[in-house]
Nanobody, 115 residues
Framework: QVQLVESGGGSVQAGESLRLSCAVS????????LGWYRRAPGKEREVVAI????????IYADSVKGRFTVSRDNTKKTVTLQMNRLRAEDTAIYYC????????WGPGIQVTVSS
């Protein structure tokens, strides 16, 4: 089973930046996409960014394009989400995920952006 743990969350002012990291623990020899999802208060969980194993395919939600950057390091076994020019509507619990079968999720980490 894949295990994931997020770190780097916190509270910031609108316009500032924050970087989330996720440590991935898995048995060797498996290949899968990694991604970030978020759940804002009163809303359903939504995809933020997805990155393929090699990094050649990346998908961003329209709301974060040009502001967020996802990357991964398969040697260090991490996936990172750099969040710039944060807005109040980015406030949510952020989850790291692995597209394994079955899928795996981290416990989530809070990001709060104040205007």
């Amino acid at each position: 089973q894949v295990q994931l743990v997020e770190s780097g969350g916190g509270s910031v002012q609108a316009g500032e930046s924050l970087r989330l990291s996720c440590a991935v623990s898995d048995r060797p020899g498996r290949v899968y996409d990694l991604g970030w999802y978020r759940r804002a208060p009163g809303k359903e969980r939504e995809v933020v960014a997805i990155i393929s194993w090699t990094g050649d395919r990346i998908i961003y939600a329209d709301s974060v394009k040009g502001r967020f950057t996802v990357s991964r390091d398969n040697t260090k076994k991490t996936v990172t989400l750099q969040m710039n020019r944060l807005r109040a509507e980015d406030t949510a619990i952020y989850y790291c995920c692995a597209d394994t079968r079955p899928g795996a999720w981290g416990p989530g980490i809070q990001v709060t952006v104040s205007s």
